[in-house]
T-cell receptor, first 109, second 113 residues
Framework: GQQVMQIPQYQHVQEGEDFTTYCNSSTTLSNIQWYKQRPGGHPVFLIQLVKSGEVKKQKRLTFQFGEAKKNSSLHITATQTTDVGTYFCAGRRGGKLIFGQGTELSVKP | NAGVTQTPKFQVLKTGQSMTLQCAQDMNHNSMYWYRQDPGMGLRLIYYSASEGTTDKGEVPNGYNVSRLNKREFSLRLESAAPSQTSVYFC????????????FGNGTRLTVT
């Protein structure tokens, strides 16, 4: 079954509002990656976190990796219509990269 | 530089038919993967190949076989298609199996009736 859980499954926001998606694993991950998939497209790599407690920023996006390396979050400040899509976390355990179910973000202008 | 190329883009099969999904990458990557994507289930790993000459099962390998033909190509075969295999299939590659990001192809939308 799914070993990397991601919530919420859907999020509808007004343009300008903030957005956060959370990723949780039952076991320790060696690293975590985040991907974005636009409607009708394929997943595109955004960032990778490796260290316990790591925080990385990309413009309006902030990524965190938990101290126990079992959870992660992606926060978008002041969403824009270009942020629409599904955001996936993916945790590496051994040789496998296991994806969460994704959070589908819609932004109302 | 095409990246990861998948063929076909769309396919409709009848139950029991067989087919092979093709994938090729031109980035000289060592590792290649096949995922399926279903609504609400995210991306689930079917099989992967850490390096040329090796293949391993992922989360949902039943009903599928793979071949790492050479460093560039990694094919996915459905021997006897079932309606439960209706899905979008993505091939991906990465430089190594470790910390490298995945590069995805555009996907194959498969319907089994």
């Amino acid at each position: 079954g799914q070993q990397v859980m991601q919530i919420p499954q859907y999020q509808h926001v007004q343009e300008g509002e903030d957005f956060t998606t959370y990723c949780n694993s039952s076991t320790t991950l060696s690293n975590i990656q985040w991907y974005k998939q636009r409607p009708g497209g394929h997943p595109v790599f955004l960032i990778q976190l490796v260290k316990s407690g790591e925080v990385k920023k990309q413009k309006r996006l902030t990524f965190q990796f938990g101290e126990a390396k079992k959870n992660s979050s992606l926060h978008i400040t002041a969403t824009q219509t270009t942020d629409v899509g599904t955001y996936f976390c993916a945790g590496r355990r051994g040789g496998k990269l296991i994806f969460g179910q994704g959070t589908e973000l819609s932004v109302k202008p | 530089n095409a990246g990861v190329t998948q063929t076909p883009k769309f396919q409709v099969l009848k139950t029991g038919q067989s087919m092979t999904l093709q994938c090729a990458q031109d980035m000289n990557h060592n590792s290649m993967y096949w995922y399926r994507q279903d609504p609400g289930m995210g991306l689930r790993l079917i099989y992967y190949s850490a390096s040329e000459g090796t293949t391993d099962k992922g989360e949902v390998p039943n009903g599928y076989n793979v071949s790492r033909l050479n460093k560039r190509e990694f094919s996915l075969r459905l021997e006897s298609a079932a309606p439960s295999q209706t899905s979008v299939y993505f091939c991906a590659s990465s430089e190594t199996q470790g910390d490298s990001p995945l590069h995805f192809g555009n996907g194959t939308r498969l319907t089994v009736t």
